[in-house]
């Protein structure tokens, strides 16, 4: 019978390769995002607002501001190596943010289950609230990273 | 005292510069995004997944699926000439797509107050639904064509 | 190796025995929700307002709509006889509705996977979109019908 | 010219009568559910789970939860004396809970604006965390208490 290894010792034995994965997000490199720190279950990332990212009103674009939710999101909860996907996310846009702003989003865990794994994202602009976010993931029986079962 | 042209005649009278108000969207034109079709309260639009639009799991990004559905819901909301931000969205992830799917997301008006506004928006990709959301725009005192008061 | 037996399969063979199921829910009986039908993730369902169902603004009370529409959430990701439950809801409130209104809702399904399942809810008075929903469930291992596999 | 009270001044003035209105919530007082806190913005109550509260599978009923956080959200944004509605909810279902629990829900202000406010609802069985929740209200240019204006 296979013993799966607990989320810990996962998280600490492949540090390094969990790390790379959550870089290889080709739209966050694409919009410029850097990743600033991957905990057990929580991430932060930050993003520059720049003139590609914007709405017709001339604000930050609130789809921006979801995919730095979302990708700090995506590291949080595949923190542990075992991959996982979004089922779903609400967002709520609390005051707008402009061109040339910094943005700051961390992702913490609210529960984890065996199946499913629940996170809270804030996203802020110089210490304002500019949006929050609580996010759904399900967790697949599948580790992108080469685990061994006794 | 001022007297306000209806939405519906804003609609009409104004048509061709609120389409090219919706298509100043900076953030949608980088992603390629075309719009298809601009209605009172609903807007249709496409985006070919490419490969800056994938995520780690080399899957298209949720972030770029929120993103064509967030300007479908932008330019439903602002079809009238009224200036409309998004207030909350919810986003269900129902099936994956992939690199060269081509997207497409409609958005409709389930209800329309004088400063709220409520928002179904479905992706699919080939006949397949792909996500669905509910968005909730605020209607502010404001408007983006040059509208005569009586 | 067990062989489960179809979603359809179950509906058919075990519907009186699902129906029954579903109309034990203490708190919609104690509302006096009635079911009017259920069908392949599909429910619906009606609640007259009465005066303890009230708000302090003495309108009708979100959570008494919410509850109606819950009800037959439930009712739908249950239909197949295999156990689901909520994992998160989405509601939006469009309209208000008054002491003495017959509220009625209506799930429809989405998309259902082996894992999960997605509905969408709405709740009219008297032709009036109330309230619209999004839920999505979780289907665990289980059956409440006794299903034989092969 | 009028000139309105500020939020916090109505809050401390009106602090009994916003209360008592508060509490004239039918179908809160039909679940049993008591008020321990309203402060600026914030509230907290709890709900003992009854048999009259399960759903058809036996546990608390998730719009019995939802009840108890939709009351201590409508208390928070209540709380300054100016009518407010909700818009929407999100709620997130972390964890059954069961007949004879005592859940204990608070809300906590994430920003206000003048037409519109932002609430964080979390729910608790014996430091257990239940559900969570993200609702919007909607402001409205009415004042349930006879604010005076300058």
Same mark, same amino acid.
């Given at each position: ?10 998280? @600490? ?7 790379? =994965? &959550? ?6 490199? %694409? $919009?410029?995002? =850097? ?35 979302? %990708? ?9 190596? =075992?991959?996982? &996907?979004? $089922? ?14 910094? $943005? ?26 500019? @949006? ?19």
């Amino acid at each position: 019978m296979n013993k799966y290894p607990s989320d810990q010792e996962t998280h @600490a034995k492949y540090y390094g390769q969990i790390c790379e =994965k &959550v870089k290889q997000d080709a739209f966050a490199r %694409f $919009l410029g995002i =850097k990743l600033l720190e991957l905990g057990e279950g929580t991430a932060t990332a930050e993003l520059v607002v720049d003139d590609r990212m914007l709405n017709a009103h001339g604000t930050a674009h609130g789809a921006v501001i979801f995919s730095l939710a979302d %990708f700090v999101f995506a590291a949080a909860c595949n923190s542990y190596g =075992k991959t996982a &996907v979004a $089922l779903s996310m609400n967002i709520g846009f609390l005051a707008p943010s402009f061109q040339g702003a910094l $943005l700051r989003a961390t992702a913490t865990e609210e529960r984890r289950n065996n199946r499913t794994a629940w996170y809270r994202i804030r996203v802020e602009s110089e210490n304002e609230l500019v @949006a929050t976010l609580d996010a759904l993931a399900y967790r697949k029986n599948d580790y992108f990273v080469p685990i061994e079962t006794e």
